[in-house]
């Protein structure tokens, strides 16, 4: 299984970008799909996760949104509003379980497939 992010980038604060991961080797339309990310210094943590619902981190929400195209197996955090404190490596992950609480869903050792991260860059 591999997961293929891309989409990081430098971008001011308020700007947007949109993050992409192409997976291939599993069966992406019955996966939980998630994003986690790690700045530098700090424990990785979760952004927005895709099961049986859509789950967002209180830090994020409202501001990023999390979708699937299942057709192309590929997942996409849209970011809008970006803020310094967004700046961090952004992590694709999934596994082939559902998970049943929000607390679940963002616990990162839930999931067992994990891509190489994409940087994202948000200047002051």
């Known amino acids: 299984v591999q997961l293929q992010a891309s989409g990081g980038g430098l971008v001011e604060t308020g700007g947007s970008l949109r993050l992409s991961c192409v997976a291939s080797?599993?069966?992406?339309?019955?996966?939980?799909m998630a994003w986690f990310r790690q700045a530098t210094g700090k424990e990785r943590e979760f952004v927005a996760a895709?099961?049986?619902?859509?789950y967002y981190a209180g830090s994020v929400k409202g501001r990023f949104t999390i979708s699937r195209d299942n057709a192309l197996n590929t997942l996409y955090l849209q970011m809008n509003s970006l803020r310094p404190e967004d700046t961090a490596v952004y992590y694709c992950?999934?596994?082939?379980?559902?998970?049943?609480?929000?607390?679940?869903?963002?616990?990162?050792?839930?999931?067992?497939?994990w891509g190489q991260g994409t940087q994202v860059t948000v200047s002051s």
């Open positions: 992950v999934g596994d082939d379980r559902s998970f049943n609480t929000r607390t679940a869903y963002s616990q990162p050792s839930r999931y067992y497939y």
């Open positions: 080797g599993h069966s992406f339309s019955r996966s939980t």
């Open positions: 895709d099961g049986r619902g859509t």
